[in-house]
């Protein structure tokens, strides 16, 4: 069983930036493919960034040029670096792994693999 630590989230202003963290405590994880993603009270949960088990990145279109996903496999830690933040941004943030295959379908994480307890950003306008 992985646990996954979510910490980074915050307030700030719009044009704000943040960089969230997930750290997966235990093991190595190879070969995993990893995911940010948000979602608020009553809306559907949004994938905005993505690293397949080949390495390939991902992003949803509202946050590209924007945000920019990466990993420290030595720290065992994922990152997202948030840049020119919108109020449209806020929500909560979790970050979600998998060891491939079928828990990583189209490059992304999916509720078969293991999910942090989310992180609050709110974005002020």
């Known amino acids: 069983q992985i646990q996954l630590v979510e910490s980074g989230g915050g307030s700030v202003p719009a044009g704000g930036s943040l960089r969230l963290a997930c750290e997966a405590l235990g093991q190595r994880y190879i070969d995993y493919c990893w995911g940010w993603f948000r979602q608020t009270p009553g809306k559907e949960r949004e994938g905005i960034a993505a690293?397949?088990?080949?390495?390939?990145?991902r992003y949803a279109d509202s946050v590209k040029g924007r945000f920019t996903i990466s990993q420290d496999n030595a720290k065992n830690t994922l990152y997202l670096q948030m840049d020119s933040l919108k109020p449209d941004d806020t929500a909560k943030y979790y970050c979600?792994?998998?060891?491939?295959?079928?828990?990583?379908?189209?490059?992304?994480?999916?509720?078969?693999?293991?999910w942090g307890q989310g992180t609050q950003v709110t974005v002020s306008s």
């Open positions: 979600a792994g998998g060891p491939g295959g079928i828990y990583c379908r189209g490059g992304w994480p999916n509720d078969l693999g293991y």
């Open positions: 690293i397949d088990t080949d390495g390939t990145i």
